[in-house]
């Protein structure tokens, strides 16, 4: 149940744009995103439900199409803040699993001045 | 507290013996969720729990591995027999609710390594 992320990896010139794509196999409820610096917690960043909605936080938003099981995470004109690894976390049903998430392999973005 | 608090930091244990980690979530939070992430990858759910209820405990990988949540605020995953495949960063996060409408807190997690 594991999703899957692509690309595995981005490297990027600051003020550039990226797209973070995360597939599941599975009906989806919800999509987390979260950003993980080096030797530190993941960062919750975002949450989509299902409806196909769009959220944005500063220059990072994200969609969700619950039809194709899949989000998107839109980076734009990054920063070097920006640099990290981003994983998707998804959310396959309500019943006893409530709250658990199954994590993508992440995707290394590397943003240079 | 103001974040999620685990520890200890970092544990070594020789192959045999039994290790307790422990997490103290953010006060008031009613999920508690335990995570195993090696290196290069996303965590693996191990169990959670809402309130002092263990609400799945499918993730945990052996009857080595439990967890408990007594009072509902802090948690104690023991592995017992510890192994050298047990090696790995273990991570606890906290939400304040069950449900999709709140993403989860990490903990700066436990290093544990196994000789």
């Known amino acids: 149940q594991q999703p899957v992320q692509s690309p595995q990896a981005v490297i990027l010139r600051e003020g550039e744009d990226a797209v973070i794509n995360c597939s599941s196999s599975k009906a989806l409820y919800s999509v987390h995103w979260y950003r993980q610096k080096h030797g530190e917690a993941p960062v919750f960043l975002m949450i989509?439900?299902?409806?196909?909605e769009q959220k944005g936080h500063e220059k990072i938003s994200a969609s969700f199409n619950e039809k194709k099981q899949q989000s998107s995470l839109y980076l734009t004109a990054s920063q070097l803040s920006y640099s990290g690894t981003y994983f998707c976390g998804t959310e396959t049903d309500r019943g006893s699993t409530l709250g658990r998430l199954y994590f993508g392999r992440g995707t290394q973005l590397t943003v240079w001045p | 507290g103001a974040g999620v608090s685990q520890s200890p930091r970092y544990k070594v244990t020789k192959r045999g013996q039994d290790v307790a980690l422990r997490c103290d979530p953010i006060s008031g939070h009613v999920s508690l969720y335990w995570y195993r992430q090696a290196l290069g990858q996303g965590p693996e759910f191990l169990t959670y729990f809402n309130y002092e209820a263990q609400q799945d405990k499918s993730g945990l990988p052996n009857d080595r591995f439990s967890a408990e949540r007594p009072e509902g605020s802090i948690s104690t995953l023991t592995i017992q027999r510890t192994e050298q495949r047990d090696s790995a960063m273990y991570r606890c996060?906290?939400?304040?609710?069950?449900?999709?409408?709140?993403?989860?807190?990490f903990g700066s997690g436990t290093r544990l390594t196994v000789v």
């Open positions: 996060a906290s939400s304040p609710n069950p449900g999709p409408n709140y993403g989860y807190t």
């Open positions: 989509l439900l299902k409806g196909g």
